[in-house]
């Protein structure tokens, strides 16, 4: 490969809390690692890897001018963002007025939260969902409404849409958030489950909210359907929120933006967002993103979701051959598992907290699934070297999932 995807960088110092601040996720009571162990971040969603350099040279560029006061966002901006979603997602007539920046996605979910509903409100969310979604909300005083996804004969996870309408029909629900790739489960839904699902949107009235933060991180060969696109009411219906920050591993820059087609949507949803005054762009950011949305970002994506396919095959066959009692569906996109540990834990009468702790000891440092409305769920991140992954299993095989 022309990028490096096989290097192990050291972070620590390097403001990284997948690597020095994990600790405060396991509680008021830290696990300390098994002498001779050293830890392998595997939780939160951010990429082990360097970026894409494209990015670091628009950053370094800028950085030769040293000067950074206000500025406004300039038309390479745009034009980077409409030309990155015609060539990687098909999207055709999409304007500079339809785009506008957000503070992270889930800060562009609440201004649209708060713009299209009341505290008290219902909104549906398809579960295991994304514990950031269940934060906010619960946070802005949002009732929660779940549409459980079921997986199928092939252990893929489909929408139960007869679930969804009865959830809508009865709570009366009138704005729903929709994650296309989903996370936790990796899901990458077809045009035929987008077109029903927004049917019922429609036919309930349902402002739909779209986070597509993951649809440039796809596996295997499948394809990112854009909500909007499915139908002329979607177009009309949906406010999309992307960024290149989980792409590329910009979180720390901080840059998102909204996709909003609907003049009435993109009215409520901005005058909502400026009401605080912190939803500014940063310079860097906006230099970012341009490098990111390049020919030579597109080129390294290319190469990273060979390798993203690479590891999410090694740990499936794996688990599948070597972890008897776990299962996981094939992700089809993002870099996550979602682990389903209940027979595991059932056969050797162990629980959810032994078992997650099991793994920091030996340095696996994974997520508790819970907090996603995964009963028995686990969830990890594969964005690493191969190595560091198969050096998990390997810790996993050994000291965790033993009889």
């Not at 405060?24 to 360097?50: H, K, S, Y």
């Not at 810790?395 to 999932?401: G, I």
């Amino acid at each position: 490969m022309k990028y490096d995807f096989t290097t192990i960088m050291d972070r620590h110092g390097k403001d990284s809390i997948a690597v020095d601040d994990y600790q405060n996720m396991q509680g008021e009571t830290p696990v300390p690692l098994r002498e001779g162990m050293d830890a392998i971040p595997m939780w939160v969603a951010d990429m082990n890897f360097p970026t894409a350099p494209s990015i670091v040279r628009a950053m370094q560029k800028r950085l030769e001018h040293p000067a950074f006061g206000y500025f406004s966002p300039r038309d390479d901006y745009y034009t980077s963002i409409i030309r990155w979603q015609r060539e990687r997602n098909g999207v055709t007539g999409l304007t500079k007025e339809a785009i506008g920046y957000e503070n992270g996605v889930l800060g562009g979910v609440i201004s649209a939260v708060q713009a299209f509903s009341a505290p008290g409100d219902p909104i549906l969310l398809h579960s295991p969902t994304y514990v950031g979604f269940t934060k906010v909300l619960e946070e802005n005083g949002r009732k929660i409404i779940l549409s459980p996804l079921q997986k199928d004969a092939d252990g893929v996870w489909r929408i139960d849409f007869e679930d969804m309408e009865e959830k809508l029909r009865t709570h009366h629900i009138h704005l729903a958030v929709f994650c296309s790739p989903h996370n936790p489960t990796g899901r990458v839904w077809e045009r035929w489950e987008i077109e029903r699902v927004l049917e019922l949107y429609q036919k309930y009235d349902c402002v739909v909210l779209s986070d597509e933060i993951w649809s440039d991180l796809l596996l295997d060969g499948h394809t990112h359907i854009p909500t909007q696109s499915v139908s002329e009411d979607a177009r009309h219906r949906v406010m999309a929120f992307y960024a290149p920050s989980k792409t590329f591993n910009l979180a720390g820059l901080v840059g998102s933006y909204h996709i909003v087609y609907d003049a009435y949507l993109r009215d409520r949803l901005l005058a909502q967002s400026r009401k605080s005054e912190y939803n500014s762009m940063n310079v860097l950011s906006m230099h970012a993103l341009i490098g990111a949305y390049s020919p030579e970002g597109m080129e390294w994506v290319d190469e990273l979701r060979q390798t993203l396919s690479a590891n999410a095959s090694y740990a499936c066959s794996f688990i599948s051959r070597e972890l008897p009692g776990v299962s996981v569906a094939h992700p089809q996109g993002t870099y996550m598992l979602f682990l389903d540990c209940e027979e595991w834990c059932k056969t050797h009468h162990q629980t959810m907290d032994e078992l997650i702790r099991a793994g920091w000891e030996v340095g696996v440092i994974w997520q508790d699934g819970r907090p996603f409305h995964g009963t028995y769920g686990i969830r990890m991140n594969l964005a690493l070297p191969e190595s560091r992954v198969k050096e998990a299993f390997d810790r996993l095989k050994r000291y965790v999932f033993v009889d």
